[in-house]
């Protein structure tokens, strides 16, 4: 697949959770934990930020990027405002980074001191995986929006 392919397809995501996140009347909503469940619409959020900063902002648009996947899970480290600013930027950076690799530069070994899914992995192996994980990420945060706002 193309690069172009990629990126307009994270940022439709990318976009699509900011649509979600608009739709939360109050900062309060956005953290409720629902029964049955353990990561509230902000900690989701806060991982997918984390998730792609980490995996494809570091290693293709070199933002040094330093992860704390706990926090993601275990704190309230924006607002809603702020989580609007993060994906906005999020967007950007995907869109630099995706933009720096060729077609041929896909098929390279995805760096070998970053574990994503296995020990040999190609680039867009990876990428491919992080796109599912965005959009199994944006459905729940869908299924979550919707209990909390009922509409």
């Given amino acids: ?14 976009a699509r959770l900011n649509a979600e996140l608009e739709m939360y009347p109050d900062d309060e909503s956005l953290w409720l934990v629902l029964p049955g469940t353990m990561n ?8 997918l930020i984390g998730n792609l900063k980490t995996f494809v902002g570091n290693p293709f648009g070199h933002i040094n990027y330093e992860r704390n996947r ?5 704190a309230r480290l924006f607002t809603k405002d702020e989580l609007v600013k993060e994906l906005n930027q999020l967007a950007a950076i995907i869109t630099a980074s ?54």
Avoid: C, W
């Fill in 1 to 14: 697949m193309k690069t172009e392919f990629y990126i307009q397809l994270f940022n439709r995501d990318i």
């Fill in 98 to 151: 995706l933009s720096a690799l060729t077609e041929a530069k896909l098929a390279e070994e995805y760096p070998a001191e970053i574990k994503v899914v296995q020990e040999e992995q190609t680039i867009e192996y990876v990428l491919v995986h992080l796109f599912a994980h965005l959009s199994y990420h944006t459905g729940q945060l869908n299924y979550h929006r919707r209990y909390v706002t009922s509409k």
């Fill in 70 to 74: 706990d926090a993601e899970f275990n």
């Fill in 40 to 47: 509230s619409g902000g900690n989701l959020i806060q991982h």
